[in-house]
């Protein structure tokens, strides 16, 4: 029964305009402006408390399809940010889930490493001081957003694998040092890796922004490819074999959005697009072993008041995404 509800909601992506009708109730609930060009998303929902996290349920596809995960390190004195999925990092074919998150008034940027199967936080790691709003591995390299340059562009730091795992396996947060200096980029609100390639996006909200492919060569430089349309409020990527999973989030007080969209597609408004809503303040996003994940910074210090106060990683099939 559900399905066919579903398939009769024509609902605003984000409080945007949907096909030239205003949005109204739940999909009005940003009431941001309305979009270039729309989107169905599913926002069909009970409206009561979800099963496994705090407040509303976002959505029966989001709950039919997610469930609590690892718990999120580090909170709440931590903001938690960027997530990357770290195949193999022991040497002994072992994955595990990286989170990068900021701290309190000026204070180090940290690195978290979280063992997926056990749910145990294997280490940490500072490193100098950033929002650290995206974290992504690519080609041997821990890439991990700077602090906005002296004319408030974005810039991307890199980390030595080697270095990171044999400090993440330390007593302590030993402080580990970025390689080289920060390369500046177009956007790094967000970041992902796949094999050799790094994305990089510019958050926005008040409409569509983009993201750049980047080449990794094998001593961590950056090579500029080509650009990608992103939706508006993208705060995470998960790059599958044939899926760009965008997480997406606008305020504390609304659902988010997880955009599934064709892999290499430039253009957003495609037929294949699926969007369904998601719990509030979605952050980082990222897959292992068959698993996609999603980072929420709602349990921080700062958001008490957020729709969804999320201590815990949401974990999903990656097929069933």
């Known amino acids: 029964m559900r399905a066919l509800v579903r398939k009769s909601v024509v609902a605003a992506v984000s409080g945007a305009l949907l096909f030239g009708v205003p949005a109204t109730g739940a999909a009005a609930e940003t009431g941001a402006a309305a979009e270039a060009a729309a989107i169905a998303c599913d926002d069909d929902s009970s409206g009561q408390d979800a099963s496994f996290y ?25 903001t938690p940010q960027g997530l990357a999925a770290w195949k193999d990092w022991d040497g002994a074919g072992n994955g595990l889930l990286l989170m990068s998150a900021y701290g309190k008034d000026g204070s180090n940027a940290k690195i978290y490493g979280v063992d997926p199967s056990s749910g145990k936080t294997v280490g940490d790691v500072e490193i100098a001081e ?60 967000f970041l992902s890796g796949d094999g050799n390639t790094l994305y990089a996006g510019k958050y926005s909200r008040d409409g569509r922004e983009k993201m750049y492919a980047y080449d990794v060569a094998a001593d961590g430089t950056l090579t500029t490819g080509k650009s990608f349309e992103i939706p508006k409020g993208t705060q995470g990527l998960m790059v599958t074999g044939d899926k760009f999973v965008y997480s997406t989030s606008l305020s504390r007080d609304v659902r988010s959005n997880l955009y599934v969209i064709d892999k290499g597609a430039t253009d957003i408004d495609i037929p294949s697009t699926r969007c369904f809503r998601s719990p509030s303040m979605s952050e980082g996003i990222d897959d292992l072993g068959g698993k996609a994940y999603v980072l ?11 729709r969804n106060v999320i201590e815990n990683l949401h974990e999903a099939s990656v097929s069933g995404l």
């Open 130 to 189: 950033t929002h650290a709003s995206g974290i992504a591995i690519a080609r041997g390299w821990a890439f991990v957003t700077g602090r906005n340059n002296a004319e408030g562009h974005y810039t991307v730091r890199k980390y030595k694998l080697s270095e990171l795992a044999d400090a993440l396996k330390a007593e302590g947060s030993p402080y580990v040092k970025q390689t080289g200096e920060a390369r500046e980029v177009y956007g790094a609100s």
């Open 54 to 78: 705090p407040g509303e349920s976002a959505g029966y596809t989001y709950d039919e399809k997610f469930s609590a995960g690892p718990k999120i390190p580090g909170l709440p004195e931590h």
């Open 296 to 306: 929420y910074e709602s349990g921080s210090y700062q958001y008490p008041d957020a």
